[in-house]
């Protein structure tokens, strides 16, 4: 069961982190695409951005959630 983190007397729900961590991941994966020209070839980029958005969160979820 996730718990909740105290800071400065807010308790945040773990998975305020967890978004934080798959933003991070999914903009680096962004940016490295982009710098490698790959990111010209995907044809619907939002929906691109969203699934690896998704993914990258049930990815933490599954790793930090235990």
Request: charged content about 10%; glycine content about 10%.
């Amino acid at each position: 069961m996730f718990q909740e983190l105290a800071l400065g007397g807010l308790l945040f729900s773990p998975l305020v982190l967890f978004a934080l961590l798959a933003f991070g991941l999914s903009w680096l994966t962004r940016l490295a695409l982009y710098k490698t020209g790959l990111y010209l070839k995907i044809w619907r980029v939002a929906w691109f951005e969203v699934g690896l958005y998704v993914c990258y969160l049930a990815l933490v979820v599954f790793w930090l959630g235990s």
